[in-house]
C-alpha cells in the first residue's frame, strides 16, 4: 500500500484537537520549561544539567503524550477502528508520533534557550536529539499499546522516566554494584556522553560509537512497537 501523507496529517491534526481538550496531558508539556527557566536564572554550568532538562522533556513530551494519545483512543474505543480503516501501519504510526515529535522539538528548543545552552556542534548534537526523540516517541508507542486507559498510562510511565531521566547517575555506584555498569548504554547516559565529548571539540566520527547505540534502541523499540501493534489488529 502506498504512503499517504494526506492521512499522515488527518491523523496529525486529529490528534492535536484531542491533545489540546485534555488539559491534563497537555499541561506536561509546561513542566520541563518551568524547570528549564528556574535552572536559567540560577545558572547551568555543567553539561549534565543542561541534559537532565532535556531528558526529562523527551520523557514527558515525547512517551508521556505518545502514550496518553494511544491510551486514550484505546480507552474511547477508536484506536480499533483506525486500525480496521484503509490506513496502512506506517501511515498510522507516523502520523500518531508528528505531534509527539514536533511538540517535543519545540520544547527542547525553547528549555535550551531559557538554560542558555549553546552546544559546540549543532549539527551532531541535533541528530543525536532527533534520533533520541524517535526512540522515546517509540516507547511511548508500546506503553501506549499496552495501558488501557490516560490514568493507567500516566502510572506506567513513572519508572521510565525516573530511569530515563536520572538513570545516568546510577553509573557513579557502578564500583560497588558492577549490574548498574548497564546504565551506560541507555540512550540518555549515551547521549549525555555524546554531548560532553561534543563540548571537548570530538569530531562525527568520535561520537559514531554513542549515535549507534541510541540508534539501536530505536531499532529495538520499534521492533517491539510494531510487533504489539499487529497483536492489538489481531485481538
Known amino acids: 500500500m502506498i504512503f499517504s501523507m494526506k492521512r499522515t496529517i488527518a491523523i496529525l491534526q486529529k490528534d492535536y484537537k484531542d491533545l489540546s481538550k485534555n488539559m491534563f496531558v497537555a499541561s506536561s508539556v509546561f ?17 549534565s544539567g543542561h541534559y537532565m532538562i532535556i531528558n526529562l522533556t523527551l520523557c514527558l513530551v515525547a512517551a508521556y503524550v505518545q502514550c496518553s494519545l494511544i491510551a486514550e483512543e484505546k480507552e474511547k474505543n477508536t484506536l480499533r477502528g483506525l486500525m480496521l480503516s484503509p490506513v496502512n501501519t506506517m501511515e498510522i504510526l507516523a502520523g500518531k508520533s508528528l505531534l509527539s515529535f514536533i511538540g517535543t522539538i519545540i520544547v527542547i528548543i525553547a528549555g535550551a534557550f531559557l538554560t542558555e545552552y549553546k552546544p559546540a556542534n549543532l549539527f551532531t548534537v541535533s541528530i543525536a536529539i532527533a534520533l533520541s526523540t524517535v526512540f ?12 488501557k486507559s490516560v490514568m493507567e498510562a ?17 553509573g557513579v555506584f557502578a564500583d560497588k554494584y558492577p549490574i548498574l555498569k548497564a546504565a551506560e548504554f541507555l540512550p540518555n547516559t549515551q547521549l549525555i ?36 501493534y499487529r497483536k492489538r489488529m489481531m485481538d
Open 31 to 47: 513542566m520541563p520549561l518551568v524547570l528549564a527557566a528556574v535552572y536559567g536564572r540560577a545558572g547551568v554550568k555543567e553539561i
Open 136 to 147: 522515546y516517541i517509540g516507547l511511548g508507542t508500546v506503553l501506549g499499546l499496552v495501558t
Open 154 to 170: 500516566s502510572v506506567v510511565i513513572l519508572p521510565f522516566m525516573g530511569i530515563f531521566t536520572f538513570g545516568s547517575a546510577l
Open 193 to 228: 556522553e555524546l554531548a560532553a565529548q561534543d563540548e571537548l571539540g570530538a569530531s562525527f566520527i568520535d561520537i559514531g560509537l554513542n549515535l549507534a547505540v541510541i540508534l539501536a534502541w530505536v531499532v529495538a523499540i520499534y521492533i517491539v512497537a510494531v510487533i504489539i
